[in-house]
């Protein structure tokens, strides 16, 4: 075999190698969706009790701190109320107070009762923790003498859009 035919048939075993070993590629349709997250927490053990007054004057509202609040939202516009399942006693007022999260706004202390009643609104896309949460009882001298008792409190977030 002359010189020039084993180059060419060289030429051919490489020119073979090169196409055996072309690139290769596969697509795929990737479908996905976030879907409206509105999420809200809290913690803390309030604890509130009423025992003095000032004489010629009603008895000594008094304030729960060290609660906290958390909340996550993906929506525009979001806003949280609160409400107690049943009236306090005649004389007797439950609040709460929310601190807001950047951009949102807190309505400040609030009375709660069995109507949702907004606590903070404005809420858009973040999220937030360690909020402060505080309550606070009232009470006038017709309320009298109250047992220890409970109300659980519902704060509820709705989405915006």
């Known amino acids: 075999m ?6 060419t048939i060289g030429a051919l075993v490489a020119l073979a190698a090169v196409n055996t070993a072309s690139a ?4 795929q349709t990737v ?7 509105n999420q809200i927490a809290v913690t803390g053990t309030p ?9 010629g004057s009603a008895p000594t509202a008094v304030t729960s701190s060290g609660n906290t609040w958390s909340v996550t939202t993906n929506q525009t516009g979001a806003s949280i ?5 049943t009236a306090m006693p005649t004389g007797v ?7 807001a999260p950047s951009g949102a706004t807190s309505t400040g202390l609030t009375a709660l009762g069995t109507t949702a009643v907004n606590v903070v609104t404005g809420i858009s896309k973040l999220n937030a923790s360690g909020l402060a949460l505080a309550y606070q009882l009232d009470a006038t001298a017709a309320a009298g003498v109250v047992t220890s ?3 659980v409190v519902t704060f509820t977030i709705t989405g915006g859009v």
Not at 2 to 7: P, R
Not at 24 to 27: D, G, L, R
């Open 2 to 7: 002359k010189k020039s035919a084993l180059v």
């Open 24 to 27: 290769q590629s596969a697509t």
């Open 31 to 37: 479908t996905f969706q976030v879907t409206a997250i």
């Open 47 to 55: 604890s509130l009790v009423i025992n003095s007054a000032a004489a």
């Open 81 to 85: 109320t609160a409400s107690i399942p």
């Open 93 to 99: 007022t439950l609040s709460a107070n929310l601190t």
């Open 149 to 151: 008792a409970t109300r």
